[in-house]
Nanobody
């Protein structure tokens, strides 16, 4: 059974940093890609960042470019999201997701991902 477990969320002040981790278990071969999405109360789940597992190609939402960095450790089956210069509008529940398919919707779309973690809360105070 595939499991994605996020960690690293918490409460920080605006301008500070957090690093989220997503550990994947239950699958022995490579994913096509991994992604981070976030959902604030009353809003839709939005794309944040994604990375392809083999080549390490990265994709970012415009709102986080230059501040967030996605990376992966293939040996540990773990994906990270380094978040710097956090803003109040970054506050949300952050979800990790894994995608098996190469074809289909863009990697920036939630619908293209097959497995999801339970989410980790990020709160940013001013």
């Amino acid at each position: 059974q595939v499991q994605l477990v996020e960690s690293g969320g918490g409460l920080v002040q605006a301008g500070e940093s957090l690093r989220l981790s997503c550990a994947v278990s239950g699958r022995t071969f490579s994913w096509y890609g991994m992604g981070w999405f976030r959902q604030a109360p009353g809003k839709e789940r939005d794309f944040v960042a994604a990375i392809t597992w083999t080549l390490g190609s990265t994709y970012y939402a415009d709102s986080v470019k230059g501040r967030f960095t996605i990376s992966r450790d293939n040996a540990k089956n773990t994906v990270y999201l380094q978040m710097n210069s956090l803003k109040r509008e970054d506050a949300a529940v952050y979800y990790c997701a894994a995608r098996t398919r190469i074809q289909g919707s863009p990697i920036t779309r939630a619908g293209g991902f097959d497995y999801w973690g339970q989410g980790t809360q990020v709160t940013v105070s001013s």
